[in-house]
């Protein structure tokens, strides 16, 4: 097989070497850049600077009470909707979509995003009085695609952080006001804000399929 050449980029006061052989030289300057650029990439700098948090929220039961009361169940669920929308905005946050009564609701990313989220949670689970809920809530870089539903362009968001977050709400969270929570990314420093919207008590993950989710520490909170 034929070998390309490669020619090497020389500094001002570096001499060239002659190859007197059929092997290309490679250029390690060339080489270190490369790695450089690859190590400080944009993907890279996402994953250490501020990440965002997801909030999967569902209403218990809500299944039978479609079944028993249809008619109350559509005035409810509009009510709920309202009632998302507004406390999501009000903690810098916003919903992605809605499966029935299930909600997903994205903090953009900030140093104190996770915090807003759970603020967010907890004024959910306080005011809304026609619903028992559970809420899940995770910290992390997430991937990010944007697609064309309804003939609407819409934002939507993957990963384990994304996964993490929905397993928190369907396999951890309590009825009654209990929040759980985790982050992809290191939060004894911020436990102390965190802990001023309600009791916070770390969880034993040994006890909990996430069904391929992987979370090192998780929290609930007591808000209610």
Known sequence: MKHLKVYKIYEADEKPVENKSDTPIRSERLQS????EYKEGPELQKKSGPVPTMVFSDVV???KMWSDDPVTMIGQLEAHHKLVDSLASKNKGWIVKTIGDAFMVYFEPSEYSLFNAI???KELILNEKAYGLRVGVC???MDEKTYS???VELR???GNAVNASSRMESKVSEVGGT???CSLKPIDNRMSKIQTLGKVEKVDMSKYDL?????EKAYKIKVK
């Open 156 to 158: 939507d968001f993957f």
């Open 139 to 141: 910290e992390g870089h």
């Open 119 to 121: 603020k967010f949670s």
């Open 211 to 215: 069904r391929g989710a992987k979370v």
């Open 33 to 36: 850049q490369s790695q450089k």
């Open 61 to 63: 039961g809500s299944s």
């Open 179 to 181: 929040i759980a929570f």
């Open 149 to 151: 539903i309804q003939k």
